[in-house]
């Protein structure tokens, strides 16, 4: 007998409570919420040829992105081809797209995520891994167009996990420049569920592009009780928080946020140190002293220790060792992102041309050569969307070749960076004082177009 899950989909179970966990755990991953695999552990002890809930399990651990759970998703995955149930189509295509992931080819895993979202545009699992995939791969239309794909024709307000589709959709719609959209869908996510901890975040994401941190500042002290605990979103939300009151140049605020909510201990997600990494970088950018911080930081880097594998992290890694003065981390960095070079037909575009420059880059703004930096920074910064992140995070790339043109007294260049930050931070205050719409008025007729 097959069981369904809220969303209607079938479940090779033939035990209700298999079922109701495995609901109650995804709920729990598409709102980032306490530690869904601590819930299906025992489930899956008591029915071992459970497919979905090991689908699940493998995909948690993948969503991740970090290389050491990539072997024990496998073991999952194996798990749930040995099943003496009989799978669904669905969970035979998403066994298929995730073995792939697990093997180490995630743009490949993601290749199949698109066809198995064509035919199963409910699997609320495969579309939460394919969004956070695309934005780790830099693929930005994507973060917008897959949902897109889904949600007219097979959502709609009235279905239970709705929100988390308009919260990825907000998401998507903001890292391709549609603000206003962004924020209306992003502020009804979290209407329907306060605990979207996404939505919250693609909000915040609009008010950092559209220099609104007064905004962005009561919108997340306002969600702040929902996402602060128990979250996997919880660093990174803080991160915006923190470069909210950067901007207002609130220092106290923001070395008491890193202290409290951003600083890490010895059991880190990669994802949290690069948010940690990004945050004392951009306040060093803002003159603020950060004293033993960084080498605190470097030292959760160098257990981290796995370099080469994504730009993206390695970026962030740089900025600390070369901060903390760790001369011989820089020179490791250097060698993994030779080996990565050579490794992958794409890895001489992203390694040599783009991230030995910028190690290089950095180490030249505090070796006191602010000039080398701009003229290793510069021609990075029309390609650095193959690297991954939101354009927030990788924008930490304009902002130092904006103080290394300062701090050489270059003024024309000064300006012209200055200018490139301002293009997208439009003036809505502004324009919607001159009119009669508004976000908040619209939101309904936004979620329904």
């Keep these: 007998m097959k069981l369904q899950d809220q969303h209607g989909l079938e479940l090779s179970t033939s035990f209700a409570s298999s079922a109701t966990a495995y609901d109650t755990a995804l709920d729990l991953f598409n709102s980032w919420r306490m530690d869904p695999l601590a819930l299906l552990a025992p489930v899956l002890a008591d029915d071992p040829d459970f497919i979905a809930g090991h689908l699940l399990q493998a995909g948690l651990m993948l969503s ?11 073991e999952s995955l194996k798990l749930a ?13 998403l066994l298929a797209a995730l073995t792939v992931w697990a093997s180490g080819d995630m743009d490949a895993g993601l290749s199949g995520l ?3 979202l064509v035919d199963h545009p409910r699997d609320l699992l495969a579309l939460q891994l394919a969004h956070v995939g695309d934005l780790v791969l830099g693929r930005t239309t994507m973060l917008r167009d897959r949902i897109a794909r889904v949600r007219r024709g097979h959502w709609s307000e009235e279905d239970a996990g709705y929100g988390y589709v308009l919260g990825m959709m907000a998401f998507g719609l903001e890292e391709n420049f549609a603000f206003e959209r962004a924020e209306s869908l992003g502020r009804r996510a979290v209407e329907l569920n306060a605990h979207d901890a996404w939505a919250v975040h693609a909000v915040a994401h609009v008010c950092e592009m559209q220099g609104r941190a007064a905004d962005g500042i009561t919108w997340m002290n306002a969600t702040r009780p929902a996402w602060r605990h128990d979250n996997g979103m919880a660093v990174h939300n803080h991160w ?6 950067l901007a207002q140049g609130d220092r106290p605020a923001v070395l008491a946020l890193y202290d409290e909510a951003v600083a890490l201990t010895a059991d880190v ?8 990494s990004s945050l004392l970088w951009r ?13 605190a930081l470097a030292q959760h880097w160098r257990a981290q220790g796995v370099w080469g594998s994504s730009a993206f992290f390695d970026m962030h890694a740089a900025m600390v060792f070369v901060a903390a003065g760790d001369s011989a981390a820089v020179d490791a960095l250097r060698a993994a992102a030779g080996a990565a070079a050579t490794a992958t037909p794409s890895g001489d575009a992203i390694w040599r041309r783009l991230m030995l420059p910028v190690i290089d880059g950095f180490a030249a703004l505090l070796d006191g050569q602010p000039t080398r930096c701009t003229e290793l920074l510069l021609p990075l910064l029309p390609l650095t969307q193959p690297m991954g992140g939101s354009h927030a995070q990788r924008q930490v790339l304009l902002l130092t070749a904006l103080e ?9 260049l000064t300006e012209a960076l200055a200018a490139e930050q301002a293009v997208h931070r439009i003036d809505v205050p502004a324009l919607r004082r001159n009119s009669t719409s508004t976000p908040e008025r619209n939101t309904r007729a936004l979620v329904a177009a």
């Design 283 to 295: 306040a060093h950018l803002r003159g603020l002293d950060v004293g033993s911080r960084w080498s």
């Design 114 to 116: 698109d066809r198995h």
């Design 64 to 74: 991740a992105f970090e290389l050491p759970l990539f072997a024990a998703a496998a």
């Design 269 to 276: 997600l990669t994802m949290n140190l690069a948010d940690a």
């Design 240 to 245: 915006h928080l923190a470069l909210m009151h």
């Design 81 to 93: 081809a040995a099943s003496r149930h009989t799978p669904t189509a669905r969970e035979q295509s």
């Design 404 to 412: 290394a043109a300062r701090r050489s007294g270059n003024r024309a």
